[in-house]
T-cell receptor, first 115, second 115 residues
Framework: AQSVAQPEDQVNVAEGNPLTVKCTYS??????LFWYVQYPNRGLQFLLK??????LVKGSYGFEAEFNKSQTSFHLKKPSALVSDSALYFC?????????????FGKGTRLSVIA | DGGITQSPKYLFRKEGQNVTLSCEQN?????MYWYRQDPGQGLRLIYY???????QKGDIAEGYSVSREKKESFPLTVTSAQKNPTAFYLC??????????????FGSGTRLTVV
């Protein structure tokens, strides 16, 4: 079975500081990994994905994520946080060669960037 | 512009009443999904469909029903058997272009409240 863990319900960071939102996963075989962001009362927006290739993936709005196979992690990072980055962030996973099974999402991490 | 339209944005249901949430996409996507979002629980899969006239149950299908008579439409009915329907409902779609190298496009959601 596939699963995603986002160990922090809430992350607080000062504007201009680097931010990290953590994600670990469990799948059989190689994973496809995704990060999405959600603003209040809106749907989720795609940020970035890891399929294969370089372990450091760059995405929208200056975000990046690092895939670490040995630690089964896919942490979201940004070098300098903005107040506008405050939102709910979701990590999602599905297994390679699992057909077209749906993505499994984590419970979300609320990021608060303080001016 | 292409996208997914969910309607209505807000919906109120009386006890014992069935209600239907609309999801329409003009992206020519093959697969469509319904997720339920509750605070602190992330996104949980209700139903999904990868082709017209076919759909599969997700993790929390009890009390819900769907149909997929047209490629662009995937309505969700919340029946009276769903005892705790108050939640934010999200519809998503994706093309099936390969074994996982895609992301989901989400609608803006419907907030359902039992009154």
């Amino acid at each position: 079975a596939q699963s995603v863990a986002q160990p922090e319900d809430q992350v607080n960071v000062a504007e201009g500081n680097p931010l990290t939102v953590k994600c670990t996963y469990s799948v059989s075989g190689n994973p496809y990994l995704f990060w999405y962001v959600q603003y209040p009362n809106r749907g989720l927006q795609f940020l970035l994905k890891y399929i294969t290739g370089d372990n450091l993936v760059k995405g929208s709005y200056g975000f990046e994520a690092e895939f670490n196979k040995s630690q089964t992690s896919f942490h979201l990072k940004k070098p300098s946080a903005l107040v506008s980055d405050s939102a709910l962030y979701f990590c999602a996973v599905r297994a390679l060669n699992s057909g077209n099974t749906p993505l499994v999402f984590g419970k979300g991490t609320r990021l608060s960037v303080i001016a | 512009d292409g996208g997914i339209t969910q309607s209505p944005k807000y919906l109120f249901r009386k006890e014992g009443q069935n209600v239907t949430l609309s999801c329409e996409q003009n992206l020519n996507h093959d697969a469509m999904y319904w997720y339920r979002q509750d605070p602190g629980q992330g996104l949980r899969l209700i139903y999904y469909s990868q082709i017209v006239n076919d759909f599969q149950k997700g993790d929390i299908a009890e009390g819900y029903s769907v149909s997929r008579e047209k490629k662009e439409s995937f309505p969700l009915t919340v029946t009276s058997a769903q005892k705790n329907p108050t939640a934010f409902y999200l519809c998503a779609s994706t093309p099936i272009t390969g074994p996982g190298d895609y992301g989901y496009t989400f609608g803006s959601g419907t907030r359902l409240t039992v009154v």
